[in-house]
């Protein structure tokens, strides 16, 4: 198996594969200490991160189908959540608080002595999606606990920051910054065909090199192409609802009604796979269907 029949040069970030290649390894760790220090501009400045076990956060099955998470720390022990959203979910900002407190709770101490001083908390979301509908140029959010009253921060411990990709339109000539070149990187990755000239700095250098899909081993190229099959499988589904209209009625709110109507657009896009003699394991991690669903189709 080769790479000839991928037209495209570089990985596609809002793949697993892609996501973990470039963010979750200690051999391109220098990608994430980078992109942070960007996305947090000057406010912290870490040097190194410690990657940890996902796992603890105690996500299901059926996150692991629509989003992608490296969980780290830097040198202070300030937690850093960062996840990849390919779909969106109708209580994603649920999701989001509920994951967080995994981070917090795991730092308690055993025994009588610990004050609950707590190391800070941040849960980045790079979203594929859009979720703030009233501003279309407003992609950056910035979430702490505030005072209602006063509007000053009553805890900087936890911070929830969300990036509307698809509200990032900057073209090259337009990167003023590492936070504006990181975001025109994730959004446009996998249609270069080559290093844009803005993008000259060593750790892009480092992120084109590790991003290049005719360096991967045989193994890397599997996993690439099986991941970005599942990627092109969920976003069938996303657009076989937005035909049906489901996506208008979901920004707009909820109505009776709407949530069966999206699980019967699922259900026809799952039909349909297996019609094209897809396996129901592929069907199930594309469409989030369990097997006695899938069989019943």
């Known amino acids: 198996m080769g790479s000839e029949g991928l037209q495209e040069r570089y990985i596609n970030p809002y793949t697993d594969f892609g996501f973990k290649k470039l963010f979750g390894t200690e051999l391109n760790k220098d990608l994430l200490v980078s992109f942070l220090n960007a996305l947090l501009q000057g406010r912290e400045k870490i040097r190194d991160i410690t990657y940890l076990n996902s796992e603890h956060l105690g996500a299901q099955e059926t996150d692991r189908r629509a989003v992608f998470d490296v969980y780290c720390e830097n040198e202070r022990g300030e937690k850093f959540l960062v996840e990849m959203q390919k779909g969106e979910q109708q209580f994603f900002k649920d999701r989001s608080i509920y994951y967080s407190t995994f981070p917090l709770r795991e730092q308690a101490v055993r025994g009588d002595k610990w004050d609950y001083e707590l190391n800070a908390v941040y849960t980045v979301g790079i979203l594929n999606f859009t979720f703030d509908h009233q501003d279309e140029g407003h992609y950056h959010h910035e979430v702490k606990l505030l005072d209602t009253r006063t509007k000053e921060v009553f805890y900087d411990k936890l911070t929830f920051i969300y990036l509307e990709m698809p509200k990032f339109n900057?073209?090259?000539?337009?990167?003023?910054?590492m936070f504006d070149k990181w975001l025109f990187v994730l959004k446009n990755l996998s249609r270069l065909m080559e290093r844009p000239a803005a993008l000259q700095e060593r750790v892009f250098r480092h992120l084109f090199e590790a991003a290049e899909i005719a360096r991967f081993s045989r193994r890397e190229l599997q996993e690439y192409e099986e991941s970005l099959k599942v990627y092109?499988?969920?976003?069938?589904?996303i657009t076989t609802a937005e035909n049906k209209g489901l996506a208008k009625g979901l920004r707009k709110g909820r109505r009776e009604g709407l949530k069966e109507g999206v699980k019967e657009g699922i259900r026809q896009v799952a039909r349909n796979m297996k019609l094209n003699g897809m396996s129901v394991e592929q069907i199930m991690q594309a469409t989030g269907l369990d097997e006695v669903e899938i069989e019943s189709l």
């Open 170 to 177: 900057k073209g090259e000539g337009e990167l003023d910054t």
């Open 232 to 237: 092109r499988d969920w976003f069938s589904v």
